[in-house]
């Protein structure tokens, strides 16, 4: 094993990176980091600049061993369990993956060290080097006039493609005849097994949507799979079951798309408005919880919903015995488990209401409670 001199890494920037190889969201983030970091070892101005540290909280030498063979990075020895439980301290790592970046020669130390490594390496990708506060800056300024420039063809289309693939293949549809409807982004997969649930479903409130807004000719609905399937022939057996629109298969944009939403897993939709401005992420979940009542998403028809469902659970019992779980569950509102959760039963994400367990954190939607009475003879 090649050992390297701390002093080496001085003057350089230098990552911290936290994590484990039996956690998936670690895994998961140390290929997207393993790509930048080769990606900017391949860069030669960059290349003496910059260098990773892995800080391990794998379990034995063995997990340890596996994990860093992935990495062409640095690593503290795992022996060395002090500095490890060191730097967790020093740097406040609550969660991982984590990644925390140390910029060289300032002398202010708050901004010398960044903390959300993670969230900007997902987000920016190579572009988030040299992480200084300049170059963030200049980010988030292109990143906001972006947003504030997006339409469907600029995200839906490139150079050489401006049309969308619908049905009977090798029917096409142009991305401009979308112009003036509520658009959802649904980025899924064949391979996907929660998305084995929720296409299915969304195929149902699609067409419910589409009834309701029948004979209506200033506002429609339609769906663009966004698919990340393996190969072509499962894209095209999945899309096949989908009445809706899709990007062709492989389609640079498709990436693309994924970045900018901040996608960081599958199913998800996203609902851009008739101007082709972002109206919400969380499609997903307003679909599980509204069903078609979620259409046209915006908030101020969330707002409805949501006072709606207040209404109704004045009404529901406080407390409730759920088939299937030994503990009593609790009726708490948003913000109480913390927001988004995932139904225990349906396995949905849910937000807002839920029948949550105070001991153990079981919750599920209100709608999945399946009541049982307690005999006290049993
Ligand atoms: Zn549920
Ligand atoms: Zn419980």
């Known amino acids: 094993m090649t050992q390297v001199k701390v002093s080496e890494l001085e003057g350089k920037v230098v990552g911290l990176y936290f994590s484990a190889n039996w956690y998936s969201p670690c895994t998961k983030f140390t290929n997207l980091l393993v790509n930048v970091y080769q990606q900017l070892k391949e860069c030669s101005n960059i290349n003496l ?43 406040d790592v609550e969660g991982i993956p984590c990644l925390i970046v140390l910029l060289p020669n300032d002398d202010k130390l708050d901004t010398a060290v960044i903390k959300d490594g993670v969230e900007l390496v997902y987000r920016y990708g190579v572009q988030a080097f040299p992480f200084t506060k300049e170059r963030l800056d200049e980010l988030r300024k292109k990143e906001k006039e972006k947003r504030d420039n997006q339409t469907l063809s600029s995200l839906l289309t490139h150079d050489a493609r401006d049309v969308l693939s619908g049905h009977p293949s090798p029917k096409q549809v142009s991305v401009a005849s979308l112009k003036g409807k509520t658009v959802g982004l649904y980025f899924s997969a064949q391979w996907c097994n929660p998305a084995k649930k929720f296409t299915p479903r969304l195929i149902s409130v699609y067409k419910k949507i589409k009834q309701q807004l029948e004979g209506k000719d200033d506002e429609d609905f339609e769906i663009v799979f966004v698919s990340s399937d393996h190969n072509q022939v499962d894209f095209t057996t999945y899309f ?19 970045k900018y939403f901040d996608i960081r897993g599958i199913p998800s939709l996203v609902i851009l408005g008739p101007d082709g401005k972002t109206v919400t992420k ?48 609790t009726l708490v509102p948003e913000g109480h488990g913390g927001g988004a959760f995932i139904c225990c039963d349906c396995d949905e994400q849910g937000y807002g209401w839920a029948y949550q367990c105070l001991e153990c954190g079981y919750e599920v939607h209100p709608k999945c409670v399946k009541p049982v009475r307690h005999d006290p003879e049993n």
């Open 49 to 91: 600049g910059f260098e990773i540290v892995f800080v391990s909280s794998d379990e034995d030498l063995n997990a340890f061993n596996t994990y860093r063979s992935s990495m062409p990075w640095l690593a503290i020895p795992f022996s060395d369990l002090e500095t490890r439980r060191a730097l967790t301290q020093k740097f």
């Open 240 to 258: 096949e079951t989908m009445p809706w629109l899709a990007i062709p298969f492989d389609d640079p944009t498709i990436k693309a798309l994924a």
């Open 282 to 329: 969380q499609g997903r979940s307003l679909i599980n919880l509204y069903k078609e009542n979620a259409y046209p998403f915006t908030k101020t028809r969330i707002d409805i919903l949501e006072k709606q469902m207040d209404e109704i659970a004045k009404g529901l019992p406080k407390t409730e015995n759920h088939s299937g779980h030994r503990h009593e569950l």
